[in-house]
């Protein structure tokens, strides 16, 4: 295989002697694990290119029925310092990683790896230029719990499809009216709020200026859609404590 393949690496770790370990999105060949030899060692000149958000073109060794595969060249396509050096684009990067990490196989559908590499492509570079982070967080998750067939109903009751908000229940899976809220004992929302999560289920992230226009923070609503990918996808999102802790101690404005 000598064709030239790009990918976006999501996961980067120590492997025998001085090579690493790299978990890699690409189009054509879906999440594949790659082994970077000698990637560690002093003289190496790929550091930069195997760092994990960063997109790169690279040549490896395919063969059919294997599950690593060897790195042979390596150059930048992207790479964003930022991602490096502020931490809180940092931690919202290793979010966005795991999800897809999560989501995403080798040699899977295509329609799948290509969604995926779209939207972190974007995201990626948008949290690379210094975009919040909450929102970009946000409008990722909803994206893909949409794609994914998990998104939150917010046109109606999720339970007796009245057109009526009151609540938000991840467990039901979206908007409660007043009635079944109130039945099921969950916590009414205020019209901002209810709105806000609406407006992040509906947006892509073309929509960033008006909704940094339109809201203060996101932080709820990512934590109400992080339930949502563990209540219905099964999907522990381990990077998301320290994503969220991190933004608790210097939230969004203040820095
Ligand atoms: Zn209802």
């Not at 030899?37 to 790929?46: C, E, F, L």
Request: net charge negative; charged share 30%; glycine share 6%.
């Amino acid at each position: 295989m000598n064709d030239k393949v790009r990918g976006i690496i999501l996961k980067q770790s120590d492997y025998r002697d001085s090579s690493v370990l790299l978990t890699v999105l690409t189009r054509e060949y879906g999440r594949i694990s790659l082994i970077a030899q000698g990637a560690r060692k002093p003289t190496s000149k790929n550091a930069r290119s195997l760092m994990p958000y960063t997109e790169t073109e690279f040549n490896f060794d395919y063969k059919e029925n294997k599950t690593i595969f060897r790195m042979r060249s390596v150059s930048t396509i992207a790479f964003y310092r930022r991602l490096y050096e502020d931490l809180d684009a940092s931690l919202a990067s290793a979010l966005l990683c795991e999800v897809t990490d999560q989501l995403t196989a080798e040699d899977q559908d295509h329609q799948q790896t290509e969604f995926f590499y779209d939207l972190l492509q974007e995201a990626l570079k948008m949290l690379g230029e210094g975009k919040r982070t909450d929102i970009v967080t946000a409008v990722f998750l909803a994206n893909v719990l949409e794609h994914n067939g998990m998104g939150p109903a917010v046109d109606a009751c999720v339970l007796c499809e009245k057109p009526e908000a009151y609540s938000i229940s991840p467990e039901d899976g979206g908007f409660l009216c007043r009635d079944c809220a109130e039945k099921a004992g969950v916590r009414p929302y205020s019209i901002q709020e209810l709105r806000q999560f609406r407006l992040i289920n509906k947006a892509s992230l073309t929509h960033y200026d008006i909704l940094a226009d339109r809201i203060e923070d996101a932080g709820e609503d990512i934590e109400l859609l992080v339930r949502f990918f563990t209540l219905h996808g099964g999907i522990d999102l381990r990077s998301y404590e320290l994503y969220k802790r991190m933004r608790i101690v210097e939230p969004q404005g203040v820095k």
